[in-house]
């Protein structure tokens, strides 16, 4: 139990729950060089991979714990060759496994020891309805590929699900980007607008849409949705740039999402490894029971006790957590700080004058040159030790 407090700000006890939701990013390594990844752009340097027996020792010890829905992602997961060797397991032990993918190494024998190995569920990304833009935003050419991995898919009979992350360079696409997954026949589809992290975060200018055009494509996505019916069940995510109250990330630090990075290191979200202050345990160190009920870091940032004004005598803390700590870190260089994203934090001006520029296109705008995700450009990055926003705002 911790101790946190009512929306009245009353003390009261927060139970910690078991995890549901087990991600495992298998690999930093990855053939694409999207420039929104959500990998640390420092993740060159990053300790050695997980072996196969450890990452078979996380699945069952979070098994133990109750978790039930394990995602294979990376970087690329398909870059290891043992993937099959954890799907085998991940089935054996009651999973229900996803695996997400760029598709770039799905080849068919792989796709029917999947099958066989007991793998639920395939998310295939894409970056455009074209190929030069599909091509373009990844730095590499897939387009034909992923086309091509899209028909084993459903060859094989798994549910066709997309991903596509929507941003000022395709958002304007989105009734291609609709129309091709009707097309492919995909059952789900998730047009997931940019939240501006890592390596989005670096090219925020020149990926954050426009009000205009996030309207129009939420328009064109509500005519695609009552057309298709339940034919397609249809995801559009809004950046939370232009939303008035933050998300409720990960549903509550350390409640339902354990993630564990490639090189072992345990965090209650894609990105917590970015938070001063707090030292987050390796699986190769401790086991999961532990990182999950025991650890500093996991506890960091459970029920209230830690938030200030104006979140702690806030209403709505039940319901959004205070929103995301690394996006308040990023933004103001204080974790414990409201997320910017809600305009009842004393730092939204932050959101609001990105927004702002964001409505204006041309010349006038000052635009750094878009930086790909690439082992060069992390060992730049790396090297700088810099946050990509100037002065941090306290």
Known sequence: MQEGGSASGKPRETKVTNPLWLNAEITFRCPLHCVY???????????????????????????????????????????????????????????????????????????????????????????????????????????????????????????????????????????AILDMAEAMGAEHVELANTQYYAWALLNRDQLLPSSEQLRRAEEITNQFRARVGNKMKLYFVVPDYYANRPKACMNGWGSVFLNVAADGLALPCHEARMLPGLTFPNVRDHDVRWIWYESPGFNAYRGDSWMKEPCRSCPEKVKDFGGCRCQAYMLTGDATNTDPVCDLSPNHRLITDVVARAQTAGPQVKVQPIVFRDDKNSRRLSEKKTQPESAPVR
């Open 37 to 175: 990844c959500y990998n640390p752009v420092d993740y060159a340097r990053s300790g050695p991979e997980l072996t196969t027996d450890e990452w078979l020792r996380v699945l069952r010890q979070a098994r133990e714990l109750g978790a039930v829905q394990l995602g294979i992602s990376g970087g690329e997961p398909l870059m290891r060759d043992d993937v099959e060797v954890m799907i085998t397991e991940a089935h054996r032990l009651g999973y229900y496994s996803n695996l997400l993918t760029s598709g770039v190494g799905l080849t068919e024998k792989r796709i029917a020891a999947f099958k066989e190995g007991g793998l639920d569920q395939i998310q295939l990304s894409f970056q455009d309805s074209t190929r030069e833009l599909n091509d373009f935003l990844s730095s590499t050419r897939t387009f034909e590929l992923k086309s091509k991995v899209a028909k084993l898919i459903k060859q094989y009979e798994y549910p066709m699900v997309l991903n596509v992350v929507l941003h000022r360079l395709n958002i304007d696409h989105i009734q």
